[in-house]
């Protein structure tokens, strides 16, 4: 029997204080003013080398015009869904200018990657379906994937062999499908590394399955002028049915996106329970947005910096003997090991006034603890010497150089 003075929430701090202990809760370091190369944090100011601002948009004067702008014209809120009445026009003009950028016959808007994700990756497939999903795929793939009651199969890591296997096994239950779908992300976020979508589109044409990529990371990096990773592999859009992305990263503002054709968006924004039942973003975001596609198109200039400025930190790091893993990307992971270690190295950095954070089990395998660096274009040549002579200083000094 339930003891009546039992207290229904201790949970809360139990499991909390767990978390302390194990040294695994969150410490929130805040941001005072904007996120830019030089950032003030915890009141310290430091070289910024862990926001996913990759390209510098969040901190452009054309997005911060734009949103001053539409606050004046439209207003700071939307006020309702979309499907009622919170669609402005500001919001179907970024989803044209989306579209015509990803050079796709449509794209669709949603509040965040993570809405995308667990909004329609549960109407694309359901019960009788089957899923078929690369082991490191981010988790609001892996919680979209559990809404939908699809049957899952794991491939091994941006394995074209394995997942040939996994579809080739699904092939002799093929009857039992309605639908089959390979899912990826595009670049993958703990690593750094590029999907072979390539391959992967052409299983999936043989197999006759859908694919779903997710280029959070791609976009802004990868491709033509930063279009992502469809562009990058030069994929006709009937082989990559839905290209996901976010304006989160290197669009530098907030909001999640798929492109594809106009039957796909016709059939997301009429499906999707996130997209349905959750309210659409307020005036300045969706001016933001636009005018970061506008800054893609007409300054193609920071994603070749973006890279100039990779190379050269890869090579510099390289040649201190870090090891940067498979990383292909401006996400370079420094792995050092131990959890412990890696807290060591990013804290140490921190009073060397470079900002980057540790990532540790269970993100990664434990004996795979890291620094993740993502570089950004806005950083200066000399803020990227000083960031590796903060690395080989702290390397030295932790014994992992
Ligand atoms: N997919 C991937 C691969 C991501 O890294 C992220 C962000 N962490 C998301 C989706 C979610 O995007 P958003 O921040 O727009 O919700």
Partial sequence: MVSAVRDPTGFLRAEYEELVRADLDWKLRVLDGPSAPWSVVD?????????????????????????????????????SVRPIAGTMDLHRELEERLARFKRAEASLTYQSGFATNSGLLPQLVGEGDLV???????????????????ERAVYRHADPSDLERVLDEAERHRPEYRRVLVVTDGVFSMDGDIAPLDRIAALGAAHGAMVYVDDAHGEGVLGEGGRGIVSHFHLS?????????????????VGG?????????????????????????????AAACLAAVDVLEQEPEHVER????????????????????RSET???????????LAKKLSQRLFELKVFALPIVYPMVAKDKARIRT????ALTDEDVGTAVDAFAKAGRELKIL
Avoid at 332 to 338: A, F, K, L
């Fill in 43 to 79: 009141g310290q100011r430091v070289l910024m080398l862990c926001s996913n601002n990759y390209l510098g948009l969040s901190n452009h004067p054309r997005l911060k015009a734009a949103a001053i702008e539409a606050v004046r014209t439209h207003g700071a809120g939307s006020g």
């Fill in 132 to 150: 078929v999903s690369d082991e490191l795929n981010h988790g609001s793939i892996i919680d979209g994937v559990r809404l939908s009651r699809a």
């Fill in 237 to 253: 859009r009937d082989r990559v049915q839905v290209e996901m992305g976010t304006f989160s990263k290197a669009f530098g503002v």
């Fill in 257 to 285: 996106h798929i492109s594809g054709s106009r039957d796909l968006v016709n059939f997301a924004f009429n499906k999707s329970r996130t997209w349905l039942l959750s309210g659409s973003h307020p005036p300045a975001v």
């Fill in 306 to 325: 973006l890279w100039s400025l990779t190379r050269r930190f890869k090579k510099a790091m390289a040649d201190l003997g870090f090891d940067l893993g």
């Fill in 330 to 340: 401006p996400i370079t992971p420094v792995i050092v090991g131990e959890s412990s």
């Fill in 374 to 377: 993502i570089m950004n274009a």
